[in-house]
């Protein structure tokens, strides 16, 4: 007769196992003897080792009852089913596996390729470190929600870095938000370039559509901006002086009474 530790060694399992297996009634618990100890015959041994065996393959401690009480058709079905689902969790873990290696590649983290290539671009032009973080986390809301359209957005995206005012306005916002917390002047200079930008896209009939009107990214992406630097919210009263709604919606605002309209 065998001490609790020797049938764990046998088995090639700890103490603390085998008592957990009585806890959950997987290996029946022995009488104790005069002197108060468990002791095990060579049937625990083996009942143990055919425990730790389906264990050891991934069996779950919950079924693992009921496959040692199972008809070999019985047994080999339940084999197949932890088989596909060991086929399912691997194909998860590999997943994770991409997703984990990711964390290293840096704007590629939850964007694709060609977002990734504008944000580099965004740094070649002399963009702000600060700046591209937050760029990229506005692109990282826009993809979310626009999965399937940002790639065709993306060619344009990289023509009007072409644009000596769209450049000048990273820099600009740059040098905003990289800088002295007082200072308005670049304020007014971003606003004149972004309004100057929407007019002409406007009169170009580059309009929001009526479902772009309806989505609230935009709305969320001006609270981003505004959570990155609260200054965001003087640069979008800035927007509405000067006639339109902010800079990610960009929709004109009705010209008011005895205002001249726009040239």
Do not use: C
């Not at 919606?249 to 205002?259: A, S, V």
Request: hydrophobic letters at 45%.
């Amino acid at each position: 007769m065998l001490t609790i530790g020797q049938l764990a060694s046998y088995a090639g399992v700890t103490v603390r196992a085998v008592r957990h297996y009585h806890q959950i009634g997987l290996l029946p618990e022995p009488e104790r003897d005069s002197s108060g100890y468990r002791r095990y015959g060579a049937t625990a041994v083996v009942s143990l080792i055919r425990i730790r065996t389906l264990a050891d393959a991934g069996v779950p401690l919950s079924q693992i009852s009921e496959m040692l009480d199972a008809d070999a058709a019985t047994f080999a079905e339940a084999v197949r089913r932890i088989d596909r689902r060991l086929r399912d969790e691997i194909e998860r873990l590999e997943t994770s596996r991409r997703q984990i290696a990711q964390l290293t590649a840096g704007d590629s983290l939850a964007l694709p390729p060609e977002v990734a290539a504008y944000l580099e671009r965004l740094r070649e032009i002399g963009v702000s470190k600060r700046m591209v973080a937050a760029e990229r986390d506005g692109w990282i809301l826009v993809v979310a929600r626009w999965p399937d359209r940002v790639i065709e957005w993306m060619p344009a995206k990289l023509a009007h870095l072409e644009d000596p005012r769209v450049v000048r306005l990273y820099r600009v916002l740059s040098e905003i938000f990289d800088g002295d917390p007082g200072e308005d002047a670049l304020l007014e200079e971003a606003a004149d370039i972004m309004a100057a930008l929407a007019e002409q896209a406007y009169r170009a009939g580059d309009v929001v559509t009526d479902e772009e009107a309806l989505d609230d990214l935009p709305d969320l992406l001006d609270a981003l901006a505004v959570e990155k630097d609260p200054r965001a919210e003087r640069l979008r009263d800035l927007m509405r002086e000067r006639g339109w709604s902010g800079w990610n919606r960009m929709e004109r605002l009705p010209e008011p009474p005895g205002r001249p309209s726009a040239s």
